[in-house]
């Protein structure tokens, strides 16, 4: 039977830093909060509700409202454009797919737009598989549903929710800190490994015996 390798998308293939930090400043309006001081606050673990409450003293409805909003924007086609592929993910895609059928799983909510953008991006072409959640089931749930999971499979991403469900998949699990998670919030999943980026999987791609 054929391995699989589950693989999360922003923050793990998709640099979308930029995207959300923009978005962010868009929707709170007048704020002295930073790109790294967004990042670092979020990265640590800070809630965006909690970041609302800091630095533009949002209310409850308010936040309420800022999160509708956010959910309708974020995945506009034209915020999109400023995504970027995270160093080394093209080669660790080409050696991945030597040991692999690959199967993107993400919490995307648009399954168009996101077919668009791989396209556009120049890697749709490497994946058996493109699951996204929609914000509306679990990872693992969704795997599960399309995929006969096996005991060489493994899970790639930036958070702890993707750790979780390659733990209640049973496979082998891999966090990045490449995208909104540092090292100590990872370590709480307790993956089977933890890298900076997929790039440093390269050359081996995970081809474990």
Request: with cysteine.
């Amino acid at each position: 039977m054929s391995r699989h390798l589950f693989i999360d998308f922003d923050g793990t293939l998709v640099d979308s830093r930029l995207r959300q930090y923009e978005l962010f400043v868009e929707l709170a309006g007048k704020t002295s909060l930073s790109f790294s001081e967004y990042w670092g606050a979020k990265r640590a673990g800070v809630k965006q509700s909690g970041m609302l409450a800091k630095y533009a003293n949002y209310t409850s409805d308010q936040k309420l409202a800022f999160k509708g909003k956010w959910m309708e924007a974020i995945e506009d086609p034209q915020r999109l454009q400023t995504d970027v592929l995270i160093a080394g993910v093209p080669v660790f895609l080409v050696e991945a797919a030597k040991h692999f059928q690959l199967y993107l799983v993400t919490g995307r909510q648009h399954h168009e737009r996101l077919i668009d953008q791989m396209q556009q991006l120049c890697i749709e072409s490497y994946f058996t598989g493109i699951l996204n959640t929609a914000q509306r089931i679990p990872k693992a749930h969704l795997v599960q549903a399309n995929v006969e999971v096996g005991d060489g499979d493994v899970f790639i991403g930036d958070s702890g929710e993707d750790i979780l469900a390659g733990k209640e998949l049973g496979i082998f699990t891999v966090g990045v800190t490449s995208g909104a998670s540092i090292v100590e919030r990872l370590e709480k999943y307790a993956p089977n490994l933890i890298v900076g980026s997929v790039a440093e999987l390269v050359p081996q791609a995970l081809g474990l015996s």
